[in-house]
């Protein structure tokens, strides 16, 4: 397997994360959205990088690599990558808590979690997957 169809699963996993964040979303499982945006944003972030060839990290928020590696990248998504490093650490806070709770207050990760925080999640997982799909697109018609 090359670089690109590693990149094309993790693009396609994303995806479907997100298509479940938005049925999970619908139920009002809302600490559930936020985990599958968190991965999603992860699996998207980890293709781009694959797509510039280089390997990602086995940690979850790969925001320092993308940002050490920028000059890697076409410029109009360069001018993303601040803000896509604040996603990627903001919902990489959150994987524990969304899937556990807040075992020292003892809340259920349910209460941890409002409408708010779901399409928040879902608008950040939503942009950083079209651009992991444009990064690959342009790639793939060279």
């Known amino acids: 397997m090359n670089f690109d169809q590693l990149a094309y699963s993790y693009i396609s996993q994303a995806e479907e994360r997100i ?3 938005r049925v999970e979303n619908e139920r009002k ?3 559930i959205v936020v985990r599958l945006c968190q991965e999603a944003v992860e699996l998207s ?3 781009c990088l694959r797509l510039v060839n280089i ?3 086995k940690f979850h928020d790969v925001g320092p690599i993308l940002k050490n590696n920028a000059d890697k990248f076409p410029q109009w998504f360069k001018e993303k990558i601040d803000l896509f ?3 990627s650490r903001s919902l990489r806070k ?4 969304s899937m556990y709770g807040d075992e020292e207050s003892n809340t259920p990760p349910e209460l941890l979690y409002s409408e708010y925080d779901s399409q928040q999640a879902l608008k950040m997982a939503e942009e950083v997957l079209d651009y992991a799909k ?4 342009e790639k793939r018609n060279r």
Not at 94 to 97: N, V
Not at 134 to 137: A, M, Q, T
């Open 29 to 31: 499982k809302y600490n």
């Open 85 to 87: 490093v604040s996603y």
């Open 45 to 47: 972030l980890k293709a």
């Open 94 to 97: 959150e994987r524990e808590l």
């Open 55 to 57: 390997e990602p990290p």
């Open 19 to 21: 298509n479940l964040a």
């Open 134 to 137: 444009k990064l690959y697109e």
